[in-house]
Protein backbone atom coordinates (compact mmCIF):
# COMPACT_ATOMS: atom_id res chain seq x y z
CA UNK A 1 0.00 0.00 0.00
CA UNK A 2 1.29 3.61 -0.38
CA UNK A 3 -0.47 6.38 1.49
CA UNK A 4 -0.79 9.97 0.25
CA UNK A 5 -1.53 13.12 1.96
CA UNK A 6 -2.02 16.53 0.09
CA UNK A 7 -1.49 19.65 1.46
CA UNK A 8 -1.44 23.47 0.19
CA UNK A 9 -4.70 23.91 -0.39
CA UNK A 10 -6.65 27.42 0.29
CA UNK A 11 -8.36 30.48 -1.23
CA UNK A 12 -6.38 32.55 -3.58
CA UNK A 13 -7.19 35.70 -5.58
CA UNK A 14 -7.12 35.98 -9.41
CA UNK A 15 -3.42 35.90 -10.51
CA UNK A 16 -2.35 34.64 -7.49
CA UNK A 17 -0.46 31.40 -6.50
CA UNK A 18 -0.28 28.12 -4.45
CA UNK A 19 2.04 25.58 -3.69
CA UNK A 20 0.78 21.89 -2.95
CA UNK A 21 2.28 19.17 -1.43
CA UNK A 22 1.64 15.44 -2.04
CA UNK A 23 4.08 13.23 0.66
CA UNK A 24 3.93 9.46 -0.25
CA UNK A 25 4.70 6.95 2.35
CA UNK A 26 3.86 2.98 3.10
CA UNK A 27 5.56 0.73 -0.16
CA UNK A 28 7.07 3.48 -2.55
CA UNK A 29 8.95 1.39 -4.27
CA UNK A 30 5.55 0.42 -5.94
CA UNK A 31 4.92 3.85 -7.44
CA UNK A 32 7.09 4.67 -10.53
CA UNK A 33 5.34 8.17 -11.07
CA UNK A 34 2.75 10.69 -9.63
CA UNK A 35 0.30 12.79 -10.81
CA UNK A 36 -1.83 16.20 -9.57
CA UNK A 37 -5.88 15.78 -11.06
CA UNK A 38 -8.37 18.25 -10.15
CA UNK A 39 -12.23 17.79 -10.17
CA UNK A 40 -14.69 20.69 -9.63
CA UNK A 41 -18.37 20.50 -9.09
CA UNK A 42 -20.23 18.90 -11.57
CA UNK A 43 -17.32 17.48 -13.46
CA UNK A 44 -14.91 15.04 -14.24
CA UNK A 45 -12.15 14.24 -12.44
CA UNK A 46 -9.55 16.12 -14.71
CA UNK A 47 -5.89 15.70 -15.75
CA UNK A 48 -3.22 17.91 -14.18
CA UNK A 49 0.36 16.92 -14.29
CA UNK A 50 2.30 14.04 -13.71
CA UNK A 51 5.92 13.32 -13.31
CA UNK A 52 8.09 10.28 -12.97
CA UNK A 53 9.58 9.42 -9.80
CA UNK A 54 13.15 8.28 -11.88
CA UNK A 55 13.86 10.83 -14.24
CA UNK A 56 11.66 13.21 -14.12
CA UNK A 57 10.11 13.04 -16.72
CA UNK A 58 6.89 15.81 -16.79
CA UNK A 59 3.62 15.98 -18.69
CA UNK A 60 0.70 18.82 -18.64
CA UNK A 61 -2.57 19.52 -19.14
CA UNK A 62 -2.70 22.10 -22.12
CA UNK A 63 -4.84 24.35 -19.68
CA UNK A 64 -2.06 24.66 -16.95
CA UNK A 65 1.09 24.31 -19.42
CA UNK A 66 3.28 27.46 -18.90
CA UNK A 67 1.36 28.59 -14.98
CA UNK A 68 1.49 24.98 -13.37
CA UNK A 69 5.09 23.06 -12.27
CA UNK A 70 5.77 19.68 -10.78
CA UNK A 71 8.68 18.56 -9.08
CA UNK A 72 9.59 16.00 -6.99
CA UNK A 73 12.01 15.75 -4.05
CA UNK A 74 12.56 11.85 -4.09
CA UNK A 75 14.82 12.06 -0.51
CA UNK A 76 11.65 13.32 0.68
CA UNK A 77 8.92 11.29 -1.18
CA UNK A 78 7.08 14.12 -2.19
CA UNK A 79 5.69 15.62 -4.91
CA UNK A 80 4.66 19.39 -5.55
CA UNK A 81 2.41 21.60 -7.81
CA UNK A 82 3.68 24.89 -8.13
CA UNK A 83 0.49 26.99 -9.21
CA UNK A 84 1.14 30.59 -10.54
CA UNK A 85 -1.32 32.83 -12.25
CA UNK A 86 -4.14 31.15 -11.19
CA UNK A 87 -7.61 31.19 -12.53
CA UNK A 88 -11.39 31.25 -10.98
CA UNK A 89 -11.25 28.38 -13.80
CA UNK A 90 -8.94 26.37 -11.45
CA UNK A 91 -11.12 26.42 -8.97
CA UNK A 92 -11.37 22.27 -7.79
CA UNK A 93 -10.29 19.79 -5.21
CA UNK A 94 -6.96 18.64 -5.78
CA UNK A 95 -6.10 15.55 -5.96
CA UNK A 96 -2.34 13.57 -6.02
CA UNK A 97 -2.30 10.05 -7.25
CA UNK A 98 0.25 6.86 -7.77
CA UNK A 99 1.18 4.06 -9.44
CA UNK A 100 2.96 2.14 -12.16
CA UNK A 101 1.23 4.19 -15.37
CA UNK A 102 2.91 7.30 -16.68
CA UNK A 103 -0.42 9.35 -18.42
CA UNK A 104 -3.18 11.37 -18.03
CA UNK A 105 -6.20 8.57 -17.60
CA UNK A 106 -6.92 8.51 -14.13
CA UNK A 107 -8.13 4.76 -14.66
CA UNK A 108 -4.02 4.29 -14.63
CA UNK A 109 -3.52 4.73 -11.08
CA UNK A 110 -3.53 2.76 -8.37
CA UNK A 111 -3.35 5.26 -4.71
CA UNK A 112 -4.92 8.26 -4.22
CA UNK A 113 -4.57 10.98 -1.68
CA UNK A 114 -7.70 12.55 0.11
CA UNK A 115 -7.69 16.10 -1.97
CA UNK A 116 -7.36 19.61 -1.25
CA UNK A 117 -9.24 22.31 -1.93
CA UNK A 118 -7.78 25.77 -3.78
CA UNK A 119 -10.27 28.37 -4.96
CA UNK A 120 -9.28 31.20 -6.59
CA UNK A 121 -11.83 34.16 -6.45
CA UNK A 122 -12.00 36.72 -9.02
Known amino acids: QVQLVESGGGLVQAGGSLRLSCAAS????????MGWFRQAPGKERAFVAVIKWSDGSLYYAGSVKGRFTISRDNAKNTVYLQMNSLKPEDTAVYYCAAGSYFGSNPDGYDYWGQGTQVTVSS
Open 26 to 33: GRTSRSYA
